[in-house]
């Protein structure tokens, strides 16, 4: 039996044009999901829900600068550093691409 596609409709890419903000595949997913096999769908699923994960800690590298970051953690509510921010993409859960604390704080300024 195949891997159902994520797909939810909801086809809009991030700001960095990586992601997909409805289903959180990255495009590469996205056009290779028919030639994929059970496997390589499952990895795919299994990233997009542990980046769903309320409370996840992540290590990640900014899309913008390319300086590494901790997304998760750092706010002065215990959650993400970015909840102390106004929202300013579509809160997708993966966020579907996060951006360190000095780009978003641009983006912030910018809106």
């Known amino acids: 039996m ?5 797909c939810i409709g909801v086809c809009q890419l991030d700001v960095s044009g990586r992601y997909c903000t409805g289903c959180l595949r990255t495009l590469d997913e996205i056009a290779g999901w028919s030639q994929a096999d059970d496997a390589q769908k499952q990895a795919a699923l299994a990233r997009i829900a542990a ?12 899309s913008r600068c390319g300086q590494p970051f901790r997304c ?40």
Do not use: F
Not at 55 to 62: A, H, N, P, W
């Open 51 to 62: 980046l769903s994960q309320p409370g996840t800690v992540r290590d990640l590298q900014c």
């Open 72 to 111: 998760g953690s750092g706010g002065q509510r215990g959650g993400c550093w970015c909840a102390d921010l106004p929202p300013l993409l579509p809160a997708t859960g993966a966020a579907a691409d996060c951006l360190c604390p000095g780009c978003l704080q641009l983006l912030a300024n910018d809106a």
């Open 2 to 6: 195949s891997v159902a596609s994520p």
